[in-house]
């Protein structure tokens, strides 16, 4: 497979996850629809496996658009590194979903310094001491 083939793959993988995002639907919600696997699911967003085109067909019909949504901008697509924040991790985007579903600033706040100090905390586990 050409490196370019490999490109528009990963392009149309991260168009399925954006997609499946913005209906707020998970990767198990997906691939239950398709009767396939959540890890399945997964290989299609991050281009390791191929979408076929009767199975592409498929995953437009079942988030709501056209086949061509998933190749709209591939053409000017750009290799994409992994996100610093871990996007990928199942964790961080649940974690992302639910906090962008919080409205009150102030708790939004608390919880972004709660995860500062907390990103801070010693490997080891022993509390560290202030002076």
Excluded: C
Aim: hydrophobic share 35%.
């Amino acid at each position: 497979m050409s490196a370019e083939a490999k490109k528009v793959d990963e392009f149309v993988g991260r168009q399925i996850r954006k997609r499946r995002n913005h209906l707020g639907m998970t990767q198990e919600q997906l691939a239950h629809t398709l009767h396939i696997s959540y890890q399945q699911v997964q290989k299609y967003e991050t281009g390791a496996n191929r979408v076929s085109a009767g199975r592409l067909f498929e995953i437009a019909g079942r988030l709501g658009v056209e086949i061509g949504y998933f190749y709209d901008g591939a053409a000017k697509a750009q290799p994409v590194k992994d996100l610093e924040h871990g996007g990928k991790a199942r964790s961080t985007v649940e974690l992302v979903r639910g906090f962008n579903q919080i409205e009150n600033r102030d708790v939004k706040s608390a919880l972004v310094g709660l995860i500062r100090e907390l990103g801070r905390a010693p490997k080891d586990g022993k509390a560290a001491t202030r002076k």
